[in-house]
């Protein structure tokens, strides 16, 4: 069955360090690949996606994301963590032979220690 | 602006009432989704519509109905809560087309079923 794998269900990283977050899906194609993020309280946002063209792929508030599909994978990086950054990251897939919808990893939340 | 606004923030209801969550979407987006979020489970679709009064059940939607009599507002009903119904409930919009188009959520519904 297709699914998305996010390993990490918390990760703690010193504010100003740098962090990645871990992404694997199982499907045969290539899919389209999200991260989105939600803040607490909050609805989710997107972060960035990747449908084709450069393998590295550059988002809002500093992040980037690289798929790699010899790995079937797209983790999540940014340089340099602030606090507010402290909140549940999603990655997300779509397979348009699966439908019009998406499929959610179980996320991984961020904690930000100063 | 876009903007997912969903009828109430919190809600607790008793087991056996009947409960409808309203999601209204100012983007003249024709497709809009219903989820449900737990921990450690992510996001899982449970309906989806593609169109006015046009749906399809998502992975969960047993316990579950919904209803879309205008293109701005998508309607899930609980016809007889149960408590394993406790949970955060997310409605999400986006455009018509390529699978890469942005969902755009709204800020959810925590629901508790006593």
């Keep these: ?16 360090a740098s962090l990645e977050l871990r992404c694997n899906y199982s499907y045969g194609a290539t899919p389209y690949l999200f991260w989105y993020v939600q803040s ?12 084709s063209g450069d393998t590295l792929v550059q988002g809002i508030k500093g992040f980037e994301a690289e798929f790699k599909r010899s790995q079937s994978s797209f983790n999540l990086r940014k340089p340099s963590v602030h606090w507010s950054d402290a909140a549940e990251y999603f990655c997300a897939v779509g397979l348009q032979e699966y439908g019009n919808k998406l499929v959610f990893g179980a996320g991984t939340i961020l904690r930000v220690k100063s | 602006d876009v903007k997912v606004t969903q009828s109430s923030r919190y809600l607790v209801k008793r087991t056996g009432e009947k409960v409808f969550l309203e999601c209204v979407q100012d983007m003249d987006h024709e497709n809009m989704f219903w989820y449900r979020q737990d921990p450690g489970l992510g ?11 046009m749906k399809e059940k998502g992975d969960i939607p047993e316990g579950y109905s919904v209803s879309r009599e205008k293109k701005e507002r998508f309607s899930l009903i609980l016809e007889s809560a149960s408590t394993n119904q406790t949970s955060m409930y997310l409605c999400a919009s986006r455009e018509q087309g390529p699978l890469y188009n942005e969902q755009f959520f709204g800020p959810g519904t925590r629901l508790t079923v006593l």
Excluded: C
Aim: net charge neutral; charged share 15%.
């Design chain 1, 1 to 16: 069955a297709q699914s998305v794998t996010q390993p990490d269900i918390h990760i703690t990283v010193s504010e100003g």
């Design chain 1, 40 to 51: 607490p309280g909050q609805g989710l946002q997107l972060l960035l996606k990747y449908f």
């Design chain 2, 43 to 53: 996001l899982r679709l449970i309906y989806f519509s593609y169109d006015v009064k």
